[in-house]
């Protein structure tokens, strides 16, 4: 677990800094004199994956400049009890690394190629009815670290509301709802008999496929749908990570990106001289 530790804060830190890619010299630095093979990464099985649904998650990380986006292509793992959404290419070097593993790869090699997949992608997984009746989160806090937070599975009240439109080839009903500060329209299909969708959206009778909030700042859209392949699991991977509510989780994200530098130095980053971090997270409240 320590080469992976080692490997993911490299990643980290490259893109919170927004510092330039790292190249495989720079990654060989980084790790030990005597190089060292992976080691195995502990996964708890949590269920068997039935249906897989790819989201375009696109977000307005500075609301100063509101032209600029960000994506992540994302996925929904929904299982036989419980549901994953996390990203799409974390994910794929989730595999890759255990490949690694397997054929007993030296760190710097692995860096090297892990590193243009992982590059960008979001820690962000939200497990849905695990534990039972609760969501589970892991997410980053910028510099901070990565956090788990357990709440309780709040059911969304949406009002169901005249509208069609046709998404991913199937026929999508709309409905609106306000969750923890802002306001969503949302468009599901009762084809798809899953009260499921990105991110913590639920409640609708039927797969949530496209959503939206007011202000265009967040944006979840099914990009493909596919049943899952045989023996595919759902996952967690939850060690070595601080264990905290959402509230606090919330507080220390917003105190990293307007106070970075003690983060910055606690990992031994250099400094962010006079620069304040975009931050416009999805929970306003």
Not at 87 to 105: E, H, I
Not at 243 to 267: L, Q
Request: hydrophobic residues 35%; positive net charge.
């Amino acid at each position: 677990m320590k080469n992976k530790i080692l490997l993911l804060l490299c990643f980290a830190l490259c893109y919170a800094l927004c510092l330039p890619v790292f190249s495989q010299v720079n990654i060989v630095s980084m790790s030990s004199a005597d190089d060292q093979t992976l080691s195995p990464v502990k996964k708890t099985i949590l269920d068997n994956c039935v249906v897989k649904v790819q989201y375009r998650m696109e977000y307005i990380k500075n609301t100063n400049n509101p032209n600029k986006k960000n994506n992540n292509f994302m996925l929904l793992q929904i299982g036989e009890k419980t549901s994953k959404f996390s990203d799409y290419f974390r994910l794929k070097t989730d595999s890759m690394y255990d490949d690694f593993v397997n054929k007993k790869m030296e760190f710097s090699e692995a860096s090297s190629k892990i590193m243009p997949i992982f590059t960008g992608t979001l820690a962000l997984n939200v497990f849905k009815n695990y534990p039972t009746g609760k969501m589970t989160v892991i997410d980053r806090a910028f510099l901070a670290g990565t956090f788990k937070y357990t709440e309780d599975m709040v059911k969304m009240k949406w009002k169901l509301i005249q509208g069609k439109a046709t998404i991913c080839g199937y026929q999508c009903q709309q409905a609106t709802t306000t969750f923890r500060g802002r306001e969503y329209t949302a468009w599901y299909t009762p084809k798809i008999a899953y009260s499921d969708g990105p991110w913590k959206f639920n409640g609708l009778p039927g797969l949530i496929l496209l959503v939206t909030d007011s202000k265009n700042e967040y944006k979840f859209e099914c990009v493909a749908i596919e049943k899952a392949g045989d023996n595919e699991k759902i996952y967690i991977i939850d060690d070595d990570l601080f264990t905290t509510t959402r509230e606090r989780f919330n507080i220390t994200a917003k105190n990293a990106t307007d106070n970075p530098n003690p983060y910055a130095e606690s990992v031994g980053a250099k400094a962010i001289p006079n620069r304040k971090i975009p931050y416009n997270p999805i929970e306003l409240e």
